[in-house]
């Protein structure tokens, strides 16, 4: 199956911990606060561990308001360290060696991580080079990798490396078209803008008012959601319908609207995950209701609509809906599955999907899910996009973009992008794909970095690192 992936955040966590089970003789050893990195690749987190008997332990994640975070269990076996953190879905493993205690932390994927006793200091990224993609895709083991960044001073680099499709000769290259994901969201958010400063909606639309007609059904708690609570993933709505509902949907459709109705109401009878404003959970159908909703008030379908309004005006002509490239060709990269079926030279596994061969119909998100993740386009015009939101161009009047770049209700989530300081910041993947898109005000750099590979767990590290490399390298 495929949906649009949330970004990967350590997450805070409220204070507290709780640990039980045994541990051996060298226990005392592990007594004590310990600091650490961990490097996501798009950015590092400062890590505290205090350990103390019982054994118990807390962590705290430094750059994240110093948050605690409970340990579900401590376990100490000899030299071993076992930490499992449940409200998190994580867990650490580490082994006692020379006054450190190495291991991996494991969150989704499985990265490095090293405890010391003294405070640990992040460091900077490596500027990128064509060689160190190469590296950081080879260790990826992604068919293909692209990384690009410019600056206002006009300073650019493009890198690409690697294959458009396993068992295929065709290059990836710095021009090609990378399929975007989540990325999609920040697009509808300020699709969303546009259509508020033409008068065509209005940011308290509510659900209830503009669906009602169509969707009558609608549970209560939902039917004062408006488009601020939908797209800052805090309208208490699931993050998916479920997934044989999902799978019923058409993958291509000349007009999604009929599907992104019955989707909607689908996501409008479940039970809320907890109440609105109070409670972020990152949500797909949040951002399918909005497309329906602006659907409904301006009478075209998003597809259309995000055209007419963000891609054209901005100059994005390679931007589009669903798997890049021609059917049945290597004409750009094409996204890649976990699999046996081919095994590349340097050891990554995939299964390539071509769009719309027999045999391989899945190429990416349902049509129904193009608010919320399946855009594709180039590097040069992801970066018209970022660039707007970057210097806030007259695209968009100021409130507009003080909007778009606010979490309207606390946390670090705005209007699809993950807002900290000066720096907007987003993920996406259809399974296919992964990519992650940086804009930093402060700095003056938009940068992006994309795989055709779906593994998103394991394609999060290197991308990251080309990501903040590629900045870098224009700085």
Known sequence: MIISRRPLLLGAAA??????????????????????????????????????????????????????????????????????????????????????IEGTFTQ?????????????????????????????????????????????????VAFADGVRALGQPQAVTA??????GSITKSMTATLVARAAEAGAISWTDTVGAVLGAAIPEMRAEYRDLTFRHLLSHRGGLQANIEMVQLMAFPRESADSRVDRIAYARMGLLQNPVGPKEQTFTY???????????????????????????????????????????????????VGHAPGPTTVAADGSVSVPMIPHPPGHPITDNPAALGPAGRVHASFEDVFKYLVAHRDRTPFLNAQSWQTLHTPPYGGPYAMGWQAEGDRLWHNGSNTLF??????????????????????????????????LGAAQAVA
């Open 15 to 100: 204070a507290g911990f709780a640990a039980t089970n045994a541990f051996a003789q060298s226990a005392a050893d592990f007594m004590g606060e310990w600091h650490g990195v961990l490097d996501l690749g798009a950015q590092q987190l400062r890590l505290r561990l205090v350990v103390a008997d019982g054994p118990t332990a807390t962590l705290f994640s430094v750059d994240q308001g110093n948050s605690a975070i409970p340990i579900g269990a401590t376990r100490i076996e000899g030299d071993q360290l076992s930490l499992d953190i449940p409200v998190i879905r994580a867990s650490f493993r580490g082994r006692l060696a020379g006054g450190r």
């Open 434 to 467: 992964y990519a992650e898109v940086m804009v930093d005000r402060g700095r003056g750099i938009v940068a992006a970095a994309a795989v055709n590979d779906g593994r998103a767990p394991d394609m999060r590290p290197h991308v990251g690192v080309a990501l």
């Open 283 to 333: 949500s797909n159908t949040g951002y399918v209701i909005a497309g329906a909703m602006l659907e409904a008030k301006m009478g075209a379908p998003w597809e259309t609509l995000i055209q007419q309004h963000v891609f054209t005006p901005l100059g994005m002509s390679s931007a589009g809906q669903g798997a890049p490239g021609s059917a049945g060709a290597y004409d750009q990269p």
């Open 175 to 180: 021009g090609d078209k990378w399929h975007l």
């Open 108 to 156: 989704g994927g499985t990265l490095p991580l090293v405890f010391q006793r003294g405070e640990a200091v992040a460091t900077g990224p490596e500027a990128l080079t064509q060689a160190r993609l190469a590296e950081l895709r080879a260790r990826a083991g992604a068919p293909g990798m692209g990384a690009a960044a410019s600056n206002r001073d006009g300073r650019a």
